[in-house]
Structure formats: C-alpha cells, structure tokens
C-alpha cells in the first residue's frame, strides 16, 4: 500500500501540469518547500560564480532534491551545471554524469513543463550535442516562459549565438540580460567577450575595464582589447602580470601578444614549451602560421563543437577563417558551415 500515495501524486501532478500547458499559465511557487528551497538558493548563488567555484553548486542541487524530490528548480540547475562543466572541463565519469545530465532536464520538465529553467537547461544540453536547432526552440521557448530571466539570455547568446559566429544577435541577447540584471558581473564578462568577437574592441575594453578587481578574467578580457586596439605593451603587461599565470589561455594570448610584437623568440619558446593544443593555436596565429595553427585545433576537437566554435569565433585565430581546413574542422565536429 504504501507505493499507491507517490503513484496517486504523480498522476495528480501529471494531471495540473496538463492543465496548466494548455492554459498557458500558472507558475508553481517553490518557496513552501521550505528546506529545499533554501538549500536551492545556496546552490543558486553559487552558479553566479565562475569556475570551479561555480561546480560546487552541484552538492546542493542534490541535497535540495534530497529534501524535495519534486522541486524541479533544483533538477533544473543541475543539468545546467553539468552541462556548462562537460563544456569547459573534462568529466570525471562521462559514462555516468552525461546521462545524469541529460536526465535531471528531462526530469525538471516532467516535474514542470512551464518551468523556464528547465527548457534553458535542456537548450544548454542540445548545445552541448551540437542540435542547434533543438537548442535554439528551447532557448526562445525559455525565454516565451519568462521574458525578466537574465540567465537564459546569457545562456543563448554564449552557449549557441557566439558559438556560431552569429555575435550580433548575441549582443543583443546579452542587452536584454543587462537590462535584467544591471548588477551581474557574469553578464559584464561575457558581453566583453562578445564585442572581442564582434571586433568592436573599444567598448569591449570598456566593458572589460568595468570588471570588479576580484574578476579574475578581467586582465585577460582586457588585454586582448588592447591586441585589437594595437596597444601591445599594454597588451602583454596585463598578460604578463595576470593573477592565472599558468592558465594555458593566458600563455596562449601572451604568445600572441610577443608574436604580434615583434617577440618572434619569445613567442617560439612559449610554443614549444606547452602541451595544451589551444595555447598552441593562439600563439602559432600571432605568428602567421597556418599549418601550424590547424595541428592543434584539430587535436581540440575532441573537445565538441562549442568549444571549437568559441575558438574560432576569437578574431586572433582570423587567419584561419578562409582557410578550406576550417570548414573540415566545423563538418568533423558538428559546426554548420
């Protein structure tokens, strides 16, 4: 008898949920699940975070579950996290998180199919497998669902529209955020991000230059605004003096930097000295060498399509862009052309 009461709520969930699908309304309020909500909304602010700190949020999700396994939010989030982790960083057990991933969003959206976090996760996850498609109708439906969330604008223009190329519309997707939330140093990067790819390096360096001290990525966003203004000292000062000396990226641009400076040497040693393939590429760019920038973006491929789209979206690796190599490096790991 006792397995009847979670069949007779699933079905009465099933049956609300129905109802409100077709009404197109009526947003369940998380905040009388009292423990879990507030577990949720540690978890939350965690995500507000930039990694790894941001990967911590993952235990909390878990325990707001713990305490309420109904509370799709929460289901929600974890997927999201997981997603943006299996981007950025290798998984620790792929076999086991990728499923988990893809099945805390299938969850949340079962628990709440008007639950706006839960489609942007979804999104997040069909970006992660290059359905650009599917994510793009789950970004626009997200945002159908709650026109006031910052987190799902964000999410389309840096997780699909600057993946590919598509920067203009990502930089209205990252105004819309900002308007949202004015305060969210997150969507301050990210939009610095944006106008280095779009090229518009003055207000990227601006908004770069806007970042809190504490941002550790505000040096490198700023720098490499500086590259595009021709303000090479200054460029390789920041790079020089960056708080993540040993972050392959940073040497990457340092490369650049010494490269495009006239440091030929300089930017040589850097290169033979790296293992990391995305170093490489940056550095064998500065230095206007073709064959030997395709070598380790092909190695980057196994990495998925966002992360070879964001490289190839960054106007330093412009050499690559008419280079009949770069469209069999897009079709090998699901690019459109």
Same mark, same amino acid.
């Given at each position: 008898?006792?397995?009847?009461?979670?069949?007779?709520?699933?079905?009465?969930?099933?049956?609300?949920?129905?109802?409100?699908?077709?009404?197109?309304?009526?947003?369940?309020?998380?905040?009388?699940?009292?423990?879990?909500?507030?577990?949720?909304?540690?978890?939350?602010?965690?995500?507000?975070?930039?990694?790894?700190?941001?990967?911590?949020?993952?235990?909390?999700?878990?325990?707001?579950?713990?305490?309420?396994?109904?509370?799709?939010?929460?289901?929600?989030?974890?997927?999201?996290?997981?997603?943006?982790?299996?981007?950025?960083?290798?998984?620790?057990?792929?076999?086991?998180?990728?499923?988990?991933?893809?099945?805390?969003?299938?969850?949340?959206?079962?628990?709440? *199919?008007?639950? +706006?976090?839960?489609?942007?996760? &979804?999104?997040?996850? /069909?970006?992660?497998? !290059? =359905?650009?498609?599917? #994510? $793009?109708?789950?970004?626009?439906?997200?945002?159908?669902?709650?026109?006031?969330?910052?987190?799902?604008?964000?999410?389309?223009?840096?997780?699909?529209?600057?993946?590919?190329?598509?920067?203009?519309?990502?930089?209205?997707?990252?105004?819309?955020?900002?308007?949202?939330?004015?305060?969210?140093?997150?969507?301050?990067?990210?939009?610095?991000?944006?106008?280095?790819?779009?090229?518009?390096?003055?207000?990227?360096?601006?908004?770069?230059?806007?970042?809190?001290?504490?941002?550790?990525?505000?040096?490198?966003?700023?720098?490499?605004?500086?590259?595009?203004?021709?303000?090479?000292?200054?460029?390789?000062?920041?790079?020089?003096?960056?708080?993540? *000396?040993?972050? +392959?990226?940073?040497?990457?641009? &340092?490369?650049?930097? /010494?490269?495009?400076? !006239? =440091?030929?040497?300089? #930017? $040589?040693?850097?290169?033979?000295?790296?293992?990391?393939?995305?170093?490489?590429?940056?550095?064998?760019?500065?230095?206007?060498?073709?064959?030997?920038?395709?070598?380790?973006?092909?190695?980057?491929?196994?990495?998925?399509?966002?992360?070879?789209?964001?490289?190839?979206?960054?106007?330093?690796?412009?050499?690559?862009?008419?280079?009949?190599?770069?469209?069999?490096?897009?079709?090998?790991?699901?690019?459109?052309?």
């Amino acid at each position: 008898m006792t397995d009847v009461f979670p069949i007779q709520e699933e079905i009465s969930r099933g049956i609300v949920n129905n109802l409100r699908v077709q009404l197109g309304r009526g947003r369940r309020r998380y905040e009388t699940s009292v423990e879990a909500y507030d577990v949720y909304l540690r978890a939350r602010a965690l995500t507000q975070q930039a990694p790894p700190t941001l990967f911590q949020s993952t235990r909390w999700f878990e325990e707001s579950i713990d305490k309420d396994p109904s509370f799709a939010p929460a289901y929600a989030g974890l997927a999201s996290v997981y997603a943006i982790r299996s981007v950025q960083f290798p998984l620790d057990h792929p076999e086991d998180e990728l499923p988990k991933m893809r099945a805390a969003a299938e969850k949340a959206i079962a628990l709440d *199919p008007l639950l +706006p976090e839960a489609h942007d996760a &979804l999104a997040m996850i /069909y970006t992660r497998d !290059g =359905r650009w498609a599917q #994510a $793009e109708t789950s970004f626009r439906h997200a945002i159908e669902l709650d026109r006031n969330r910052s987190s799902t604008y964000d999410d389309f223009a840096t997780g699909l529209l600057r993946v590919l190329g598509r920067n203009e519309e990502a930089l209205q997707q990252l105004h819309v955020a900002e308007k949202a939330d004015p305060l969210s140093a997150l969507i301050q990067a990210h939009l610095g991000l944006v106008l280095l790819s779009a090229r518009r390096y003055a207000e990227a360096a601006a908004v770069c230059a806007s970042l809190p001290a504490e941002d550790l990525s505000k040096p490198q966003c700023l720098a490499r605004a500086r590259l595009g203004q021709g303000q090479l000292s200054e460029a390789i000062q920041l790079l020089t003096h960056d708080p993540r *000396p040993n972050n +392959p990226q940073t040497r990457g641009f &340092l490369g650049y930097a /010494y490269a495009q400076s !006239g =440091r030929r040497v300089d #930017a $040589e040693r850097l290169a033979a000295a790296s293992k990391y393939p995305n170093e490489q590429a940056l550095i064998f760019a500065g230095l206007g060498d073709k064959d030997r920038t395709f070598d380790p973006l092909d190695r980057m491929a196994v990495l998925g399509p966002q992360r070879i789209g964001a490289y190839l979206n960054f106007p330093e690796l412009a050499l690559t862009r008419d280079d009949p190599r770069v469209q069999l490096l897009r079709q090998k790991v699901g690019l459109p052309k």
